[in-house]
């Protein structure tokens, strides 16, 4: 009878999923994934669900192979010499690899009323509570902290209407875009009634129960404040004793395994590889759970795991239901001066959100069926080069 190899996947996003659907490939692995929901979500459409113009809950039945089990439950606690994992149920689950994808969520960086006051939109609870809130106050002045992707994306969202919508970005407008692209979003979110500030004087520095607070002293009014600046990872890894980057992700090699056990390997928003962690982003969470199933797939060959590559080209951002960007980018995930936006490219948007999720259900027909662009640039060639560093230290230790 043949040994059965036992997989847990903490995480049931993007990352996590494609992981369990990609580790298929054999037949004596056995993979159980924990998620403490019972659908998987569209994270990139928690913005429409805010707004009531769509949804992100998807049937687990519908993008996980058939032959995994599932776990309602959440990872409180991994123990690589037990190799345990510790449930929030009380009980606990062996493993002989673990694959840590437990993904990103609200990050409010200790402003004073931040945790308290505003609505973040990093889950799926939080997104339908702010929806909720939104319901009862359809007049309601609505301020929007943090101009990144899902802040730029949630104004666009809820501009129109009675509402009021105000974008407060605490510095540049979209960080990642290229200065030549930033224009044209501003005057989008312009056309749509959103009224943007930017620059370091918008820095919120407190929220209150009926305004924000700026760097610069002015006190604006806002009936609901939504909270968009930054993400942040669970504290799982370094509760558990494990090395992690000063922002909390696992701490790997270029094979997304730990640093301190060949046991587990991280995908996602939660892996940090060098210390070079990727952008996080569904676009870099589905090829990195692919990654992170060949290392695994790799050990229990007895062959050597492949370094992590990949490339990611750009991001495109709706600005509403009828528009959207598309910001191209080096292979090194730095913004090009290259842009287009328009209504044809809110149905490009569109066509990658739902391919985000045919990428998962095909895996889950098909194991090693995903692809994704390799990296052959700059950045391939410094992660290689701090990987061999790292390798030679540890055979002259």
Sequence with gaps: ????????????????????????????????????????????????????????????????????????????????????????????LPYDYLVYAVGSGSRTAGVPGAAELAYPVASLEEATRLRSVLDDAPAAVVTVVGAGPTGIEVAAELAGGERTVRLVCGGVLGPYLHPRTRPMVARHLGALGVRVLDGPSTAVVAVEPRAVRLADGRQLPSDITVWAAGFSVPELARRSGLRTDRDGRLLTDETLTSVDDDRIVAAGDVASPSGLPFRMSCQAAVPLGAQAANT???????????PVSLALLGECISLGRHDAVIQRAHRDDTATAFHVGGRGVALVKETACRLAVASLTREARRPGSVFWIKDRGRAARVRERIWSDAVRARETA
């Design 1 to 92: 009878m043949t040994e059965r190899i036992e997989v847990v996947v903490a995480g049931g996003g993007y990352a996590g999923v494609m992981a369990a659907n990609h580790l298929r490939q054999r037949d004596d692995v056995e993979v159980t994934l924990v998620n403490p929901r019972p659908s998987f979500v569209e994270r990139i459409r928690l913005h429409q669900v805010a707004a009531r113009t769509g949804d992100a809950a998807v049937d687990f039945r519908d993008v996980l192979g058939e032959g995994i089990g599932r776990v309602e439950d959440t990872v409180t606690r991994i123990d690589a010499a037990g190799r345990r994992v510790s449930l929030a149920s009380g009980g606990d």
């Design 296 to 306: 695994i797939l790799s050990r229990i060959a007895g062959t050597e795991p492949a």
